[in-house]
């Protein structure tokens, strides 16, 4: 299948980032997470694509670079991303900062890691390589911190709360974006891809809500239904056999005759065999 033609990815940018755009659509409608705003306009949107509100109303900020790069710090400065980074933490006030990447940008994603690897009794710097800690210097720099303490800390607080994801190309995008599509709604892919894009430009700049998105998709012009699967006679049985085959896993016998002691799986079996549990375990 193509990619949607028209308007939408024109304005977002690039194909990339309006795939991701409407897979954040697709995470707000199955309820992971609260609202998605698109697009709008101030300090709030510096340097990113679009705000999430997530259930807890928290909020995360969603930047995206199509180009399949190996991304340094120097690169990422220069295309605003650590200037976009500092500002939505601050002054736009968000929890969360998420860098989507078709490329790479190991130096950085590394600095995000070993920040919540964070020790209170050891110097941040002590947990870094050589490597790691020249970058680092070079994250304070473009970050305008003072090469102390106080600076280190506060650089180490932004990186704890930037989160790096790689590799994540216009193929692959468009993969999760059509299984999204299959698993959410009746009628042909394309359908559903189209109209969830055209809601969102219409949209720009305001909040959308799991309902919202419902209540237009189901109105004229698009009459897009949502997939039952609990309707599925399939799905049931699918869903049936992993079941049975997640129980014979927990009676397997593995050492000496002996079972091994799992208290979380009884948790898991009471939740499943709840009538009003989870939909998602």
């Given at each position: 299948m193509g990619l949607p033609a028209g308007g939408f990815a024109d304005k977002v940018g690039?194909?990339?980032?309006?795939?991701?755009?409407?897979?954040?659509?697709?995470?707000?409608?199955?309820?992971?997470?609260?609202?998605?705003?698109w697009e709008g306009l101030g300090g709030l949107f510096r340097g990113i694509e679009y705000r999430l509100t997530l259930q807890g109303g928290s909020i995360e900020c969603v930047q995206c670079?199509?180009?399949?790069?190996?991304?340094?710090?120097?690169?990422?400065?220069?295309?605003g991303v650590l200037s976009a980074i500092k500002s939505q933490l601050t002054s736009a006030h968000a929890s969360r900062f998420v860098l989507i990447l078709a490329g790479t940008a190991r130096p950085f994603r590394?600095?995000?890691?070993r920040a919540l690897m964070f020790q209170p009794d050891v110097p941040f710097v002590g947990l870094l390589t050589k490597a790691q800690g020249s970058a680092f210097k070079q994250m304070l720099k473009y970050w305008q911190l003072p090469d102390d303490t106080d600076g280190h800390e506060q650089a180490r607080a932004?990186?704890?709360?930037?989160?790096?994801?790689?590799?994540?190309?216009?193929?692959?995008?468009?993969?999760?974006?059509?299984?999204?599509?299959?698993?959410?709604?009746?009628?042909?892919?394309?359908?559903s891809w189209a109209a969830i894009r055209d809601i969102l430009e219409v949209h720009l700049g305001q909040s959308i809500s799991?309902?919202?998105?419902?209540?237009?998709?189901?109105?004229?012009?698009y009459k897009i239904e949502p997939r039952d699967w609990s309707?599925?006679?399939?799905?049931?049985?699918?869903?049936?056999?992993l079941r049975?085959?997640?129980?014979?896993?927990?009676?397997?016998?593995l050492i000496r005759g002996q079972l091994l002691a799992?208290?979380?799986?009884?948790?898991?079996?009471?939740?499943?065999?709840?009538?009003?549990?989870p939909g998602v375990l």
């Open positions: 690039n194909r990339h980032e309006a795939l991701y755009v409407v897979s954040a659509a697709l995470e707000v409608y199955r309820s992971n997470r609260a609202s998605l705003r670079k199509g180009a399949e790069k190996n991304w340094t710090i120097g690169m990422l400065d220069a295309e590394e600095l995000t890691e932004w990186l704890s709360r930037t989160c790096v994801h790689e590799h994540r190309t216009l193929d692959l995008a468009k993969k999760e974006v059509e299984r999204e599509c299959e698993d959410c709604f009746k009628g042909p892919v394309s359908a799991a309902d919202k998105l419902l209540e237009v998709l189901r109105s004229d012009p309707r599925v006679p399939d799905a049931i049985k699918s869903v049936n056999a049975d085959r997640f129980l014979a896993q927990l009676k397997r016998r799992r208290p979380e799986s009884q948790l898991l079996l009471n939740a499943i065999g709840t009538a009003g549990g």
